[in-house]
């Protein structure tokens, strides 16, 4: 029985399956937003998302009792008894966010699809050094938020009065949100004629230099995954024991030869 179930659990077209509930359950998430939708199909909706819940649940059950601890010590597997979890426990007016939190269901695409499982573990290897990056971009817009307040704050306090103003006009000009009339002509019409090299300099060096070095750190990470996970020929197809046993097995082959020859 215990093979029966790990052979459907471990199967292919379970897989495909359950991927396709999750796209449906998205689906019907999404449809569960409209209010007409919800009046004309109301009923089926709900009956469709709780089948497909206790599709979800059943599965999630085989899979433990199959891999057991092993299913504990897998960080996918967390994962997806986190999503299920949170759709299982009983929602009220005081906890109407975790009926929100139903959409989490759809994440579980990523435990399913390898690409995306790969996406995934790229991004958080690359939390270390994508860490020492923004700790980088937090320096340089700390740097150029003081210097924007003590260059320009008496002449365009609305976009330089405060350390807190300044920043949120350098985030402004990072995302290149109306930085050209919205920041350099103000600038200009209060005589800082030269306050465009003062952010064109920041969005260089932020937007161009420090976003792209994130880029890179997550390139570079993805390509870390996908190196692990190719099949690594770190063990030779024939051991050396191996070779010598076909020798040894080929000289007798070889003197039993000769001593037919011998006989004719």
């Known amino acids: 029985m215990m093979a029966f179930l790990a052979r459907i659990v471990d199967h292919r077209l379970t897989e495909r399956v359950v991927m396709v509930l999750i796209i449906i359950n998205a689906i019907t998430l999404g449809l569960e937003t409209s209010k007409s939708i919800m009046e004309s199909y109301g009923k089926l909706l709900i009956a469709l998302d709780r089948t497909i819940l206790a599709i979800f649940v059943a599965e999630l059950v085989a899979r433990i009792v199959v891999k057991r601890g092993a299913f504990f010590r897998d960080p996918w597997s967390l994962f997806d008894l986190f999503v299920i979890g949170i759709a299982l426990v009983p929602t009220s007016e005081s906890l109407s966010v ?18 995306l499982r790969k996406v995934v573990a790229g991004l958080i290897g690359a939390l270390p050094g994508m860490g020492s990056i923004g700790l980088l971009l937090l320096l340089v817009y700390y740097v150029f938020a003081v210097m924007g307040t003590k260059l320009f704050g008496d002449t365009n306090p609305e976009l330089f009065g405060s350390i ?4 949120y006009t350098l985030f402004q000009s990072m995302t290149f949100d109306d930085w050209s009339n919205g920041i350099v002509k103000p600038l200009a019409e209060k005589g800082n004629e030269y306050g465009w090299i003062f952010v064109m300099l920041f969005m260089v060096l932020s937007a161009f230099m ?20 190719a099949p690594k020929l770190t063990h030779p197809a024939h051991s050396s024991e191996d070779v010598l046993a076909e020798l040894k097995a080929l ?14």
């Open 98 to 115: 975790l009926r929100a939190l139903r959409v989490l269901r759809a994440l579980r695409l990523i435990t399913v699809v390898p690409s």
């Open 164 to 167: 807190g103003q300044t920043a």
């Open 210 to 229: 420090v976003l792209n070095l994130f880029i890179g750190v997550v390139v570079t990470a993805l390509d870390e995954v996908t190196a692990n996970e």
């Open 251 to 264: 000289r007798a082959e070889i003197a039993a030869l000769r001593q037919e020859v011998g006989k004719t």
